[in-house]
């Protein structure tokens, strides 16, 4: 059962308009979430994350948002640029130190 | 600061053999964390190391095994591979563990013919 889960596999976006990426949660025990961006060949780099009780959580162009009673959350980032082309990871975890659990990624591909 | 290294990065064995795989933190990360990505899998979590102890473990076989040395290295190993384990390796160091942020490596990539 896939507690993290990111239904758009791949997301294409011109070059400065919005990226949103969306990532949906089952377990209501998490209460702390990360984003992580990965290029091919390196692993992945940590970016933002929010805890549970923030509902916004934004550095820069990218912007986290919580909505915890839809078990929902999005990675905003504005203006996108063609280096922001990359696998977008999402997870989560209960605070107590548990594992992270990953969602499965979206391809988000930035058209200059 | 160095960031966190994995040997080697690219491997190929055959079915039944055995690997290792290497991992060295971050200078001062005492937690290491070993994750298995396939595709279409995502990220799957194997195991946690802190002081040289298991403390989290996914759930995958006991063909997966790991360890850490006293300078917080560690390895992780896969006794008689099978074409599954075909992946990319991933491991992850964090001063205490996953409360705070995991730092990745580039990964090793296994192919299992």
């Known amino acids: 059962d896939q507690q993290v889960k990111q239904n758009s596999p791949s997301l294409s976006v011109q070059e400065g308009r919005i990226s949103i990426l969306n990532c949906d949660y089952t377990?209501?025990?998490?209460?702390?979430f990360l984003w992580y961006k990965k290029y091919p060949a390196e692993g992945p780099t940590f970016l933002i994350s929010?805890?549970?009780?923030?509902d916004k959580n934004e550095d820069g162009r990218f912007t986290v948002f919580l909505n915890k009673s839809a078990k929902h959350l999005s990675l905003h980032i504005v203006p996108s640029q063609p280096g922001d082309s990359a696998v977008y990871f999402c997870?989560?975890?209960?605070?107590?130190?548990?594992?992270?659990?990953f969602g499965k990624g979206t391809r988000l591909s930035v058209i200059a | 600061k160095a960031g966190v290294t994995q040997t080697p990065r690219y491997l190929i064995k055959t079915r039944g053999q055995q690997v290792t795989l290497s991992c060295s933190p971050i200078?001062?990360?005492?937690?290491v964390s070993w994750y298995q990505q396939t595709p279409g899998q995502g990220l799957q979590f194997l195991f946690e190391?802190?002081?040289?102890?298991?403390?989290n473990k996914g759930n995958f076989p006991g063909r997966f095994s790991g360890r850490q040395f006293s300078n917080s290295r560690s390895e992780m190993n896969v006794s008689t591979l099978e074409l599954g384990d075909s992946a990319l390796y991933l491991c992850?160091?964090?001063?205490?563990?996953?409360?705070?942020?995991?730092?990745f490596g580039p990964g090793t990539r296994l192919l299992v013919l």
């Open positions: 200078s001062g990360h005492r937690s």
């Open positions: 929010i805890s549970s009780i923030k």
């Open positions: 190391y802190f002081s040289e102890t298991q403390r």
């Open positions: 377990n209501s025990m998490f209460d702390y």
């Open positions: 997870a989560a975890s209960v605070v107590g130190n548990t594992p992270l659990v």
């Open positions: 992850a160091s964090s001063t205490t563990g996953f409360t705070q942020t995991q730092y």
